[in-house]
């Protein structure tokens, strides 16, 4: 089993606000970032994709399709938004980088998924970093 | 003479769009940085000065007060901000980086030149990174 | 589950020698790294801790408690400082970056599992970057 | 048990092509990369190493030893090569950055294997960067 | 006048060996990098325009344009290729990147100095990454 | 005139007190820097000489010579050191950043102004970088 990781980049501006929280809890708990018209980042994300090696091709998997996937499913979608109000998935949930993080997993399990051969190449792993002080990951 | 130079750190959200411009000139021009709601960058910000070596401390400047000086001007003004809407020079500029540097430039250039001995140390260029991609430099 | 890692930065210096060996095996064991007063390094610090994402926050943890328990714990105790002089816990231990990481473990986990709530977050891993050439990886 | 990483530097050149593909089908999937007189990479080695602290020296493995290893077992071999013609193992093999890495292992495995003691430290795994668009990971 | 820097990205492998030369002269002269069959690197290119700011769209100049210019010229014919074999200027040209950054800012500069209005945007500096230990810069 | 420059890297400590100060100034101006024994930083040097190309070699300076004159003259002797004791120069100089850049600009002048031939290649400028937040650059 290899490992193969491509690294995306997209610029977006979000805001920190719940709406099951009071106003002044949301004030304390995301401080700057609950800022009423938000600020952005740039984000990078590590999309990880795990398979044998084919013998014919010597690649885990295409990247020219991998590369079509997250362009698609991901940076069309989140590039250049404001994501609570440009992306219809952030609208009633806080777009934190833990939520983007499960989201971005979600789109691509769903459409890698769909073009696997016998279980591989499979989505391992998002890593997104979303300053340089910070970064997450999720595995499914 | 010496060049010190000091990186900062702020995330910003801002929307490409001049008054000047028609809303068919702004799409063409700005593209996807024209889009309504703004996105946004993790600015990294390079602000260099140049002096001679005080031989009895050894330093260019007191990094502290260069230190303080860029927090209050700079950082504290435009971090976490859409700088369209809550920075007071960008609502009738167009805040490209350009513009940003230019504004900078202004802030210190301003507060350090009050806290001069004998012209040294003299603010020397702002160095503003937008993305991976791209930076831009002012000199004054 | 969903991790998050913080990055942190501390200045420090030391000395390798170890007590169980002769002068002899010191120099031979650890080079340079045994030359008496010491040398040093900019680290850099990843913090990893795991947990399930608060469904009303969109977080595995507040990064500000995060903040306060390294900066009090790690980072104002190793910071500027002699690791072999200046660190209790180096006064009989060798400070290799491998012994560093084991006590910010144990530093860390001590303090963040006082503030646990049915188990999570949990602290994950330390990455403990020495120089541009090398990093050390501890996970309890 | 902590993990030691240390990275490396060579520089090479290869042709993805593939003799078990037609002349089409490796236009078709391997693109520029299939260019007939080759292309090159910087690329940078992650070797990690697993094992317990040593109290005594409070290293995982001496890494003048691994240094050693890693240079006349990998560097020499692959540095300032062109990996199609100068390398035996990629005469007919193709030398995506997949298959480099499974190689690297397997030399570096066998050579370090035979410098264990009670198991240790043990080869844990290989990261290979290609570009600063993709990596590969490889654990055996 | 503000300077505007954009990075660009290429792989490329080359021979360093020079027709002036003897063969041992070579040897001696280019060590490794005389390897007979080449090897490669992933260049970045920071290409930087100088100009002042146009107070309509608050940028020296529009970076699609930019891109585009860059993108035909430099990256589409160095990308992927071997470059005494497979670019016409160095089948008599050593590819030291010293030459390969005199050719960039030849092919970049007839290009941009035809798309100016008065003088501005004007190439103003080239600097070609080679490996991350040296880097070249070249200002016309 | 092309510019090249190449990166070295050493790791050492220092403190910063000044005997032209009282230890009251010396804390309050130093902060932590003055702590007694010393802190360390992986320091990154830029080197840069100029020169035309030599139509012969396509190069500005043979880099192999370089790096000896490096080698021999910066890296042996500040790497792996506490500047203030194991530095001839830094005993009766504060060893900031500031005046470390100074010194490497006279050592490398002198021995590589005894190599030049009718003027070039010459020492154009070294840049040292203490900390991701800071570098220092000195032109002579």
């Not at 997250?70 to 219809?88: A, G, I, K, W, Y």
Request: glycine share 6%; with cysteine.
């Amino acid at each position: 089993m290899v490992y193969l990781t491509r690294r995306y980049h997209f610029s977006a501006s979000h805001r920190l606000h719940s709406d099951a929280l009071s106003d002044s809890e949301n004030t304390q708990l995301y401080g700057k970032c609950n800022s009423p018209h938000g600020h952005g980042h740039n984000y990078v994300l590590h999309v990880t994709v795990a398979g044998p090696v084919d013998p014919s091709t010597g690649m885990v998997m295409d990247i020219t399709l991998l590369d079509r996937v997250v362009e698609e499913e991901v940076v069309e979608r989140l590039d250049h938004t404001f994501l609570n109000l440009d992306v219809e998935n952030f609208r009633h949930v806080v777009p934190t980088t833990e939520n983007v993080c499960l989201e971005i997993f979600k789109l691509l399990g769903d459409k890698l998924g769909s073009k696997v051969t016998r279980g591989f190449p499979r989505l391992k792993k998002i890593l997104l970093e979303e300053t340089q002080s910070n970064y997450f990951e999720y595995e499914g």
